[in-house]
């Protein structure tokens, strides 16, 4: 089965591949060991429900308070302009001039 692993170089200084069970991270951990780029290898557990465990390598990735993604987008390596982009799509502005009128005062 193909999956997509980016090693640690260059920026980026770590990486993650999500897996649905532990055999399964068992499985990509001992693969990806056979590759260069790969360094630090770890099974990571979820403890939530809604998220899968990890597998995950190259220094642990920062954890953050909410979500820092300019922080995050950089740890795994992607260029300024692609975080500025992605910013923009998460958090699109609106102009003042489009926002509605408060409600006026109620009457006591």
């Known amino acids: 089965m ?6 640690v170089g260059g920026a980026r200084r770590g990486g993650y591949y999500p897996v649905p069970c532990i055999c399964f ?3 990509v951990r001992d693969l990806l060991r056979e590759h260069a780029g790969f360094p630090d290898l770890r099974l990571h557990w979820s403890q939530d429900p809604e998220t899968s465990d990890v ?7 920062p954890r953050l ?3 820092d993604d300019t922080t995050l987008g950089r740890f795994y390596g992607y ?3 692609a975080i500025a982009a992605f910013m923009r799509r998460r958090h699109p502005t609106t102009p003042s001039s489009a926002m509605p ?3 006026p005062p109620t009457a006591p």
């Open 25 to 27: 991270g068992l499985a």
């Open 65 to 67: 308070w909410g979500n």
């Open 101 to 103: 009128e408060p409600c």
């Open 2 to 7: 193909p999956f997509l692993a980016v090693p």
């Open 79 to 81: 260029s300024e302009t």
């Open 55 to 61: 597998v995950e390598w190259g220094e642990t990735p």
